[in-house]
T-cell receptor, first 112, second 109 residues
Framework: DSGVTQTPKHLITATGQRVTLRCSPRSGDLSVYWYQQSLDQGLQFLIQYYNGEERAKGNILERFSAQQFPDLHSELNLSSLELGDSALYFC???????????FGPGTRLTVT | SQQGEEDPQALSIQEGENATMNCSYKTSINNLQWYRQNSGRGLVHLILIRSNEREKHSGRLRVTLDTSKKSSSLLITASRAADTASYFCAATKNDKIIFGKGTRLHILP
């Protein structure tokens, strides 16, 4: 158990809809990272937040957005969903002195 | 484009044999990490090697880094059934970390 939690575990929704994925980092970790893992694209870094502020941006679509709240939990919002958004979404966290990341169990999103 | 590219894409070996996976990356890095992922689960950090290191050991894991060739290798010695998983390298430069597509390792009984 990494100490990172993600909800929900599974999500099935229709094209055009909007969903919110939630992540709680390990206690004390200030950084949260979001990743998308699909079969054809592998693990893609989406975005990183540090103590409430956006720190780094990867291959995140404009239809996707994220935020980190004062209690350090983070949410990833996916809108106007397309079939190709079906994937596993992971969040990870680490502390200021950590180089390695601790991954949550993931949310499996299926868009039908 | 991907910073890290693992090779081979898939590998099947007999239990007890050694498994070697390679990773190449494109630009300079601060460090390179290896992660393991069991099917459908989150990634677990295995080992990190900094750009000024050439080799690192952790238990049955041995990682090498050749910055001149922009490549790294992960060796798992005396493989076990529990080592069956996907293995990813992740190249880190400043605040950005980019994962490769992974090597699927299958240990045969």
């Amino acid at each position: 158990d990494s100490g990172v939690t993600q909800t929900p575990k599974h999500l099935i929704t229709a094209t055009g809809q909007r969903v919110t994925l939630r992540c709680s980092p390990r206690s004390g970790d200030l950084s949260v990272y979001w990743y998308q893992q699909s079969l054809d694209q592998g693990l893609q870094f989406l975005i990183q937040y540090y103590n409430g502020e956006e720190r780094a941006k990867g291959n995140i679509l404009e239809r996707f957005s994220a935020q980190q709240f004062p209690d350090l939990h983070s949410e990833l919002n996916l809108s106007s969903l397309e079939l190709g958004d079906s994937a596993l979404y992971f969040c990870a966290s680490n502390g200021e002195m950590d180089l390695e990341q601790y991954f949550g169990p993931g949310t499996r999103l299926t868009v039908t | 484009s991907q910073q890290g590219e693992e090779d081979p894409q898939a590998l099947s070996i007999q239990e007890g044999e050694n498994a070697t996976m390679n990773c190449s990356y494109k630009t300079s890095i601060n460090n390179l990490q290896w992660y393991r992922q069991n099917s459908g689960r989150g990634l677990v950090h295995l080992i990190l090697i900094r750009s000024n290191e050439r080799e690192k050991h952790s238990g049955r894991l041995r990682v090498t880094l050749d910055t001149s060739k922009k490549s790294s290798s992960l060796l798992i010695t005396a493989s076990r059934a529990a080592d069956t998983a996907s293995y990813f390298c992740a190249a880190t430069k400043n605040d950005k970390i980019i994962f490769g597509k992974g090597t699927r390792l299958h240990i045969l009984p």
